[in-house]
T-cell receptor, first 113, second 111 residues
Framework: DGGITQSPKYLFRKEGQNVTLSCEQNLNHDAMYWYRQDPGQGLRLIYY???????QKGDIAEGYSVSREKKESFPLTVTSAQKNPTAFYLC????????????FGPGTRLTVT | ELKVEQNPLFLSMQEGKNYTIYCNYSTTSDRLYWYRQDPGKSLESLFVLLSNGAVKQEGRLMASLDTKARLSTLHITAAVHDLSATYFCAVETHTGNQFYFGTGTSLTVIP
């Protein structure tokens, strides 16, 4: 089955530690995205990538880093510089160009204490 | 930055009733998307609206787009409990592939 997988589903970390969230897709999509969702709020774009080895910052990129070494994979690292990392993180992918909907993974809930 | 506003933010309605959710956005775009999110879950695509006047219907939900007014609506007809969820609209920018999401409308359908 084609789709987007994210792992782990739940992640707990101590403050000051970096953590990497996995996102893999087998939809052959060129574009991939990372969003952050806080309780009762909409999605905010962290980073996106439209092609391998290239990515752009979204509105809230500070404290996060990404890589796009393979078309299928777009891991997100939450660094210790991110002041409020506890949130629900959603990965999405789509075809490039205009008018293509995004398909979302199941999400990773990160809790940092 | 493109702003996307939804209202109402919270909606409690009785089964069998009709209601409309509104999505206003601040810049020119003719590409708007509606998604559904169940509690603790991911987002599921509902509608893709790609031109002024576009109307899409699926079951008890109907979405429309007025690009001149920068407004999309999601109309619920004869609500049922299974429609309880949070609904998001998202606007795509002309620079390509970047989406801005509304704050969501949390819908609860009461028997």
């Amino acid at each position: 089955d084609g789709g987007i997988t994210q792992s782990p589903k739940y992640l707990f970390r101590k403050e000051g530690q970096n953590v990497t969230l996995s996102c893999e897709q087998n939809l052959n999509h060129d574009a991939m995205y990372w969003y952050r969702q806080d309780p009762g709020q909409g999605l905010r774009l962290i980073y996106y990538s439209q092609i391998v080895n290239d990515f752009q910052k979204g509105d809230i990129a500070e404290g996060y880093s990404v890589s796009r070494e393979k078309k299928e994979s777009f891991p997100l690292t939450v660094t210790s510089a991110q002041k409020n990392p506890t949130a629900f993180y959603l990965c999405a992918s789509s075809w490039t160009g205009e008018g293509y909907e995004q398909y979302f993974g199941p999400g990773t809930r990160l809790t940092v204490t | 930055e493109l702003k996307v506003e939804q209202n109402p933010l919270f909606l409690s309605m009785q089964e069998g009733k009709n209601y409309t959710i509104y999505c206003n956005y601040s810049t020119t775009s003719d590409r708007l998307y509606w998604y559904r999110q169940d509690p603790g879950k991911s987002l599921e695509s509902l509608f893709v609206l790609l031109s002024n006047g576009a109307v899409k219907q699926e079951g008890r939900l109907m979405a429309s787009l007025d690009t001149k007014a920068r407004l999309s609506t999601l109309h619920i007809t004869a609500a049922v409990h299974d429609l309880s969820a949070t609904y998001f609209c998202a606007v795509e920018t002309h620079t390509g592939n970047q989406f801005y999401f509304g704050t969501g409308t949390s819908l609860t359908v009461i028997p």
